[in-house]
């Protein structure tokens, strides 16, 4: 169980490009980051307005000399003092991901990036290089992957609970974008346009988070085969997509089935993964995290709970609340951020044994996420096409 004892030798000096006063994902950054005293925030570009990212940055106890106008200025401010950055969060839009990543690495400086990580995997195997020759750690923050009941789900798969796994099924869906765009937001206009968002709306967005999730639970499936069927149902909003169905066949032989939306009207937003072996059933959804459901056949029904001592180590070693209290996404959030400081440490220190065993999504886990996406567009150019899957 993480209790918030100090897991390396001190606190890594982090810093935060984007994640403002208006950014929608700067706080579960902070609280994801800053829970076990493995990060202490000492700089910041929190904002595209100067002033409101220095104003912001001073309310949340950054000085206000180390708040600065953009990545750059950071990089350039924090490069020649003895206790500057080490680490950067980008939480800024998709299209500048890129260039603030290769950036910082170029710099010297770790990063942890919003998903999706790039547009292209040929940026991504060349920031993957990059990382490599620095000796740095890239990060990328899958947000309920730190779960501990997702652990438990791949325990479970891996110790053969379920026998071979036959269907994976997931969705994510909301509403908020159920009408039309006019008076929208700076979130929703960024994320419905190519040139800012990449080639997808929908499935980069939040269908990114429902196939990481399932590549943790179950590593030893690939896909081979891939079909995307995508929609704008507010036309506006087009090539882009607000709706997206995915099937999927992997390589034993199973079927796969992703539905991502933001346009399901009432919805308030949810995921739910379930995963179908020869034995037996697991379902989990964030609408019930501290809840899994195991269903075995000819047996009764069984609802496990987080944090009982009848789980499987890999579940309880995540846990945080203990069985009485639910777990949620901050405290998911506070393990990715507790994993990736633990590699950051190991490659700092060069215990290459340890980053070999050690789970954690690094970019090999976005670059996945970003090839996943281009054959998705790929087959729903070709007229919702079934397609090899590169």
Same mark, same amino acid.
């Given at each position: ?36 005293g ?46 500057g ?24 400086? !770790?990063?942890?990036? $919003? +998903?999706? *990580?790039?547009?292209?995997? =040929?940026?991504c195997?060349?920031? #993957?290089? @990059? ?14 992957t ?7 789900m ?19 869906t ?29 499935l980069?967005?939040i269908?990114?988070?429902l ?8 590593? !030893?499936?690939?896909? $081979? +085969?891939? *079909?995307?069927?995508?929609? =704008?149902?507010?036309?506006?909003? #087009?090539? @882009? ?27 308030m ?8 072996g ?68 190991a ?44």
């Open positions: 169980m993480i209790n918030g004892e100090r897991s390396i030798e001190r606190p890594l000096r982090w810093g935060m490009v984007g994640g403002g006063r208006t950014g929608q994902v700067g706080y579960k950054h902070r609280t994801g980051a800053q829970r076990d493995t990060y202490r925030l000492v700089c910041g570009a929190f904002d595209l307005d100067a002033a409101r990212g220095r104003d912001f940055g001073t309310k949340i106890g950054v000085a206000a000399d180390r708040c600065y106008g953009d990545h750059k200025e950071l990089i350039a401010g924090e490069a020649g003092r003895e206790d950055v080490e680490v950067v969060s980008i939480a800024t839009p998709n299209f500048t991901h890129y260039e603030i990543t290769k950036a910082c690495l170029e710099a010297g400086l !770790h990063v942890i990036c $919003e +998903k999706p *990580l790039f547009f292209t995997v =040929a940026e195997d060349e920031i #993957a290089k @990059l990382a490599e020759e620095k000796g740095l750690i890239v990060g990328v923050t899958y947000g309920f730190g779960h501990p009941l997702v652990h438990q791949a325990a479970m798969v891996k110790k053969g609970m379920l026998g071979e796994i036959r269907i994976v099924d997931m969705q994510y909301h509403g908020f974008n159920a009408g039309d765009d006019v008076g929208a937001g700076e979130a929703v206009k960024w994320r419905t346009n190519p040139k800012t968002a990449g080639p997808t709306f929908v980069g967005d269908g990114t988070h196939y990481y999730l399932s590549e943790v639970v179950l590593p !030893h499936l690939k896909i $081979e +085969k891939l *079909l995307c069927d995508r929609k =704008a149902f507010i036309p506006t909003r #087009a090539p @882009l997509e607000d709706h997206a169905t995915v099937l999927m066949h992997y390589d034993n032989g199973a079927r796969g089935r992703l539905w991502v939306s933001s346009v399901n009207a009432g919805n937003g949810s995921q739910r993964y379930r995963f179908v020869s034995k037996a059933s697991i379902e989990w959804s964030d609408a019930h995290p501290d809840q899994l459901i195991y269903e075995v056949q000819g047996e009764p029904n069984r609802t496990l709970h987080h944090g009982m001592p009848y789980l499987e180590e890999e579940s309880l070693a995540a846990d945080r609340m203990g069985a009485l209290h639910t777990e949620g996404l901050g405290d998911s959030w506070a393990n990715i951020y507790l994993w990736i400081a633990q590699a950051i440490d490659k700092r220190r060069g215990d290459e044994a340890f980053l070999r065993s050690h789970h954690y999504p690094g970019i090999e886990a976005g670059t996945e996420g970003v090839r996943w996406l281009e054959n998705c567009v790929r087959s729903a150019d070709a007229g919702a096409a079934w397609i090899d899957f590169k």
